[in-house]
């Protein structure tokens, strides 16, 4: 695209983009980071924070912890000894360790915050005694494991004024910061349709992780703690690592992937929770003694006037288009998962007069394209996709966990509380009991409840 283009297309599409935080740079349009990263507090200034849960993704937060500079990583509680091992390696040596006695960490007063980054099952019995120890709380997606705890654990945390932020952070990435801006200043019209997609092809991206070799439930491992509140049985390996494929500690692709979409969603968009939910799926190739589905279909109806369509299959994931397409009457946005770009594309609302008239005589085809600006609507073209660099200061995890540390020093509200995290759940949840009870599921705002 030429410069002048370029301009023409921002002049078209983007008017006001320097009120956007956008300008031109060869061939991309580039915006302006959303949220730079502080710079590192000092030491007496940071926020005494311990973790409940080191797995995969705790591990993950404890690095962007660490990376946010707001900081003091005090004290890891697991249930496996290995990844306390692992913690203690990450800090050579300089955390305390704690082997599935999470109470125990809570009763520390000089912890000001805890990280909670257990399987699903776990996530409101642990939050709530948080709240009660009197701890801020940052808790990993999906808020809930059912839609009734999402209530609880709001007025849970109103009451005793504490901190939340629930752990979906494409949020706070300048993509989904610029992305909300630009629909909110009617570059897309308005938007009717959202599509949005998350596939994978992999054995670990389809939850089948790895299982530590030396793993022995009553050695290094505390099963008992590890199940809590989910059904009691007989120790399996298979549903400590591999727990997202099972209904008693998770919601699958709903509320693992669906959730992230959801979200994401419901924060560029201004919406709060969807009317109704209708969604079909199955296992139809990993036939590896999972419960919950591999393959998972559901239609949204939001009350703002527009739908969503959501999509996700571990089979298969080449030239799928993974992410959030946003589809308005004037244009389009596509955002990557994840990412640190956008496409942004105009509409041309070209008229197709010309195959439409074409079986009537000449004379009176002739006639009609003269009225008015018909042979300028059939000949309009929209301009190329235009790519929008959309790069963070850091990884969009590190800037949610820093937002939320500010927040525990400012004491106001984080962009994803405890309010906003139920709802992106309650959602998720609904694409569930769709799925299970084979028929529309809606949402009763004045209950607070998801009814087939």
Request: aromatic share 10%; glycine share 10%; charged share 25%.
């Amino acid at each position: 695209m030429s410069a002048f283009n370029r301009r023409e297309f921002i002049r078209r599409g983007a008017s006001g983009a320097a009120g956007l935080g956008l300008f031109l740079n060869g061939k991309y349009i580039v915006a302006e980071p959303a949220a730079p990263l502080p710079n590192p507090a000092a030491p007496s200034d940071r926020v005494n924070v311990g973790f409940i849960g080191f797995g995969i993704r705790g591990n993950i937060l404890f690095e962007s912890a660490r990376k946010t500079g707001q900081a003091n990583l005090v004290e890891v509680c697991d249930c496996y000894q290995g990844h306390l091992e692992r913690a203690q390696e990450r800090t050579g040596g300089k955390i305390d360790v704690n082997f599935a006695q999470y109470r125990k960490l809570l009763d520390r007063k000089d912890i000001d915050a805890v990280v909670i980054a257990t399987p699903d099952h776990w996530h409101t019995p642990i939050f709530l005694d948080a709240i009660a120890a009197g701890k801020d709380v940052y808790i990993e997606k999906p808020m809930t494991h059912r839609i009734a705890d999402g209530q609880k654990m709001i007025d849970a945390a109103r009451e005793a004024k504490r901190i939340v932020q629930v752990g979906s952070q494409w949020i706070s990435s300048t993509q989904n910061r610029l992305a909300k801006e630009m629909i909110a200043a009617g570059k897309l019209g308005k938007v009717t349709k959202i599509m949005a997609a998350y596939n994978r092809n992999s054995s670990t991206g389809a939850w089948n992780y790895p299982i530590p070799p030396d793993l022995q439930n009553g050695v290094n491992f505390n099963w008992e703690e590890w199940l809590g509140p989910a059904p009691q049985r007989p120790f399996e390996a298979e549903r400590v690592f591999r727990y997202r494929k099972y209904w008693d500690y998770s919601g699958g692709i709903t509320t693992d992937l669906f959730v992230h979409l959801i979200t994401s969603i419901h924060f560029i968009m201004g919406a709060t929770m969807p009317r109704s939910v209708v969604a079909t799926g199955g296992i139809l190739f990993r036939h590896d003694g999972r419960e919950v589905p591999d393959t998972i279909d559901a239609l949204f109806e939001y009350p703002e006037g527009f739908h969503v369509n959501m999509a996700s299959t571990f089979n298969s994931e080449s030239g799928t288009g993974n992410g959030i397409h946003f589809l308005g009457t004037d244009g389009a946005l596509m955002l990557p998962l994840g990412g640190t770009s956008m496409d942004y594309s105009i509409d041309s609302h070209r008229e197709g007069y010309k195959y439409s008239i074409d079986s009537w005589p000449e004379a009176l085809q002739e006639q009609f394209m003269n009225v008015g600006n018909r042979r300028e609507e059939a000949a309009r073209k929209a301009p190329p996709p235009q790519e929008i660099q959309a790069k963070d200061s850091a990884d969009p995890t590190t800037l949610h966990m820093a937002e939320f540390f500010e927040c525990v020093r400012s004491r106001k509200q984080c962009g994803e509380n405890a309010e906003v995290g139920h709802r992106a759940a309650a959602a998720g949840h609904m694409v569930n009991l769709s799925y299970i009870a084979g028929e529309k599921v809606t949402w009763d705002e004045t209950s607070g409840t998801a009814v087939t």
